[in-house]
């Protein structure tokens, strides 16, 4: 059966290949593959692709509409004579990041050094870079730095030799998109960045880096300078800031019904808005609540020696991972991401691991403490009295394997073992204990409640029970997240293992932020630890008479 397409229908078809990161179409027949031609003749936009691998480049040219197509498509050392002012995209990436399907870079298609590159000016309409790390040093200088369109995304271009490069390119008169998204800039460039913003003559521009300089200042004052245009070249902009006090960005424009989010609204051309995403860190925000906890279940004696010995435990452990987070993993990735790769680097992740393990076996340990303390109350007090609650705090915090790995653990057997066979099913075996622990906890409640019908108990020996179910539900709480967190972590991430910033959500985000909220469930099942601060300031103020 032959399907007869005129060329529009073709061209259409094309079009949403290219939405779909440039699949391959097969089983086209002579007929399409004839078609194909015409399109490619007469669209005859031609694009470079430039891949960075062991410190050099290589590149080929292709057209767009034929790379859908292996028996059309090829890979070219220049494109035509006739085509030359007909150059789209620079795409530059690295091939230990690349998709093969967007570069087309099957074996049989050969990439070019760059010495087969003639030699005279490549002019391109949009500069393209995804997942980059590297640096654009033997970039060749003939590729002139006058784009249109600049989009770059999940990249690092903080390399000292990428500051004239990106220097030049943001200041070209040309340059009337800019979208940066979720990538790292040099200093040097983020003054460039500010220069260009303070021109205000952008028409779209998405905004989302990571740099040690806050962009608040310029931003508002590019936002301002935007609202008193008659006539505003800028028409979509949406713009994420980290680490800015917010006070100068909040005076331009109005708060949304989104929390965190900043709606800036033309008055002169009704309809046209500007966003702002005010973005704070997870870690610190963690570090914050833990620490407050920390402060107040050492000054409230309803939780007891033992219990209130475990929570601090695992408050310390919470507070670890966070400010591990926050305060070496963030700083480093934003101010120097190589420091990594180094010895000491490296041992943050084995830090992580022995919070996370002390974390783990506290959430054990007061799943015990509490089914003790509702099968046998009368031996509570010997169980855990002093000694014991220590020892058993001490083996919480108990040291980790100092074989090398991070937070993804490497392809040995010491990785294998420790990563995968330790921690994985260790896991798994604390989920089931204190899952098992809990319930035989809640059944002994259950039990209780029905004998307090016909029972006459004293006023006190009421509360303290009211009190011990109350911190059970708490520890079960806290045990849910934490169970949660460890789904998240071990398996959601692993469908995601395609797109970059999904698995970062569900394993570094879900991993922070499951301490930060253990800590916020102390806060609210225990009034007097929200009262803390109240308490506090109220015998500051106690006068006598």
Same mark, same amino acid.
């Given at each position: @059966?032959?399907?007869?397409?005129?060329?529009?229908?073709?061209?259409?078809?094309?079009?949403?290949?290219?939405?779909?990161?440039?699949?391959?179409?097969?089983?086209?027949?002579?007929?399409?593959?004839?078609?194909?031609?015409?399109?490619?003749?007469?669209?005859?936009?031609?694009?470079?692709?430039?891949?960075?691998?062991?410190?050099?480049?290589?590149?080929?040219?292709?057209?767009?509409?034929?790379?859908?197509?292996?028996?059309?498509?090829?890979?070219?050392?220049?494109?035509?004579?006739?085509?030359?002012?007909?150059?789209?995209?620079?795409?530059?990436?690295?091939?230990?990041?690349?998709?093969?399907?967007?570069?087309?870079?099957?074996?049989?298609?050969?990439?070019?050094?760059?010495?087969?590159?003639?030699?005279?000016?490549?002019?391109?309409?949009?500069?393209?870079?995804?997942?980059?790390?590297?640096?654009?040093?033997?970039?060749?200088?003939?590729?002139?730095?006058?784009?249109?369109?600049?989009?770059?995304?999940?990249?690092?271009?903080?390399?000292?030799?990428?500051?004239?490069?990106?220097?030049?390119?943001?200041?070209?008169?040309?340059?009337?998109?800019?979208?940066?998204?979720?990538?790292?800039?040099?200093?040097?460039?983020?003054?460039?960045?500010?220069?260009?913003?303070?021109?205000?003559?952008?028409?779209?521009?998405?905004?989302?880096?990571?740099?040690?300089?806050?962009?608040?200042?310029?931003?508002?004052?590019?936002?301002? #300078?935007?609202?008193?245009?008659?006539?505003?070249?800028?028409?979509?902009?949406?713009?994420?800031?980290?680490?800015? #006090?917010?006070?100068?960005?909040?005076?331009?424009?109005?708060?949304?019904?989104?929390?965190?989010?900043?709606?800036?609204?033309?008055?002169?051309?009704?309809?046209?808005?500007?966003?702002?995403?005010?973005?704070?860190?997870?870690?610190?925000?963690?570090?914050?609540?833990?620490?407050?906890?920390?402060?107040?279940?050492? #000054?409230?004696?309803?939780?007891?020696?033992?219990?209130?010995?475990?929570?601090?435990?695992?408050?310390?452990?919470?507070?670890?991972?966070?400010?591990?987070?926050?305060?070496?993993?963030?700083?480093?990735?934003?101010?120097?991401?190589?420091?990594?790769?180094?010895?000491?680097?490296?041992?943050?992740?084995?830090?992580?691991?022995?919070?996370?393990?002390?974390?783990?076996?506290?959430?054990?340990?007061?799943?015990?403490?509490?089914?003790?303390? @509702?099968?046998?109350?009368?031996?509570?007090?010997?169980?855990?009295?002093?000694?014991?609650?220590?020892?058993?705090?001490?083996?919480?915090?108990?040291?980790?394997?100092?074989?090398?790995?991070?937070?993804?653990?490497?392809?040995?057997?010491?990785?294998?073992?420790?990563?995968?066979?330790?921690?994985?099913?260790?896991?798994?075996? @604390?989920?089931?204990?204190?899952?098992?622990?809990?319930?035989?906890?809640?059944?002994?409640?259950? @039990?209780?409640?029905?004998?307090?019908?016909?029972?006459?108990?004293?006023?006190?020996?009421?509360?303290?029970?009211?009190?011990?179910?109350?911190?059970?539900?708490?520890?079960?709480?806290?045990?849910?997240?934490?169970?949660?967190?460890?789904?998240?972590?071990?398996?959601?991430?692993?469908?995601?293992?395609?797109?970059?910033?999904?698995?970062?959500?569900?394993?570094?985000?879900?991993?922070?932020?499951?301490?930060?909220?253990?800590?916020?469930?102390?806060?609210?099942?225990?009034?007097?630890?929200?009262?803390?601060?109240?308490?506090?300031?109220?015998?500051?103020?106690?006068?006598?008479?």
């Amino acid at each position: @059966m032959t399907c007869h397409l005129n060329p529009h229908a073709v061209y259409e078809i094309l079009s949403d290949a290219d939405k779909m990161d440039h699949i391959m179409l097969d089983g086209i027949d002579s007929e399409w593959t004839s078609m194909l031609h015409r399109i490619v003749e007469k669209t005859a936009v031609y694009h470079a692709y430039f891949t960075h691998h062991s410190g050099s480049f290589t590149y080929h040219f292709a057209n767009d509409q034929s790379s859908h197509l292996e028996s059309v498509h090829e890979h070219l050392k220049n494109p035509p004579k006739e085509h030359l002012e007909h150059l789209g995209a620079l795409n530059i990436v690295d091939y230990h990041t690349c998709e093969p399907s967007y570069l087309c870079c099957c074996r049989k298609f050969k990439n070019y050094r760059l010495s087969a590159l003639q030699n005279r000016p490549w002019k391109f309409e949009t500069l393209k870079m995804d997942a980059f790390d590297g640096s654009l040093q033997k970039l060749p200088s003939n590729i002139a730095k006058s784009f249109e369109s600049i989009c770059i995304t999940a990249s690092d271009i903080s390399d000292p030799f990428d500051d004239n490069f990106f220097g030049e390119a943001l200041k070209s008169p040309s340059l009337k998109n800019l979208h940066i998204e979720k990538t790292s800039i040099s200093d040097s460039i983020v003054m460039s960045l500010q220069e260009r913003l303070q021109e205000c003559d952008l028409e779209t521009l998405h905004l989302d880096v990571y740099c040690s300089i806050s962009q608040e200042f310029p931003i508002a004052e590019m936002l301002q #300078r935007w609202k008193r245009q008659r006539n505003p070249c800028l028409r979509s902009a949406r713009i994420v800031e980290r680490y800015g #006090r917010w006070r100068d960005i909040a005076q331009v424009g109005e708060e949304s019904t989104e929390p965190h989010q900043l709606i800036i609204k033309h008055p002169f051309v009704k309809g046209l808005t500007a966003k702002v995403f005010l973005e704070g860190d997870l870690g610190l925000t963690g570090v914050a609540i833990n620490v407050y906890v920390l402060f107040a279940v050492t #000054r409230v004696k309803t939780f007891g020696y033992a219990f209130g010995g475990v929570c601090l435990s695992h408050t310390v452990a919470n507070l670890g991972i966070t400010g591990v987070f926050s305060m070496l993993v963030g700083p480093i990735t934003l101010i120097d991401p190589t420091w990594h790769q180094t010895y000491w680097g490296k041992r943050c992740g084995q830090v992580l691991i022995m919070f996370w393990n002390a974390a783990v076996f506290s959430h054990l340990l007061i799943a015990i403490n509490r089914c003790v303390s @509702m099968y046998w109350p009368i031996k509570y007090e010997h169980i855990f009295q002093r000694k014991v609650t220590l020892v058993t705090i001490f083996d919480c915090t108990f040291g980790f394997s100092t074989s090398t790995y991070t937070f993804t653990f490497v392809q040995t057997p010491c990785g294998y073992y420790i990563g995968y066979i330790f921690d994985y099913y260790m896991s798994i075996v @604390m989920i089931s204990l204190i899952a098992t622990l809990d319930l035989s906890t809640f059944i002994k409640i259950r @039990m209780y409640k029905k004998s307090q019908i016909n029972s006459h108990a004293g006023h006190v020996a009421a509360a303290k029970r009211i009190r011990d179910i109350r911190f059970f539900f708490q520890a079960c709480a806290q045990g849910l997240a934490f169970m949660g967190e460890l789904v998240s972590f071990f398996s959601i991430s692993t469908l995601f293992d395609d797109n970059k910033w999904a698995h970062f959500a569900f394993t570094t985000v879900a991993w922070i932020g499951v301490h930060t909220i253990d800590g916020l469930i102390v806060i609210l099942f225990n009034k007097e630890v929200r009262n803390v601060c109240e308490i506090k300031s109220g015998i500051f103020h106690t006068t006598t008479s």
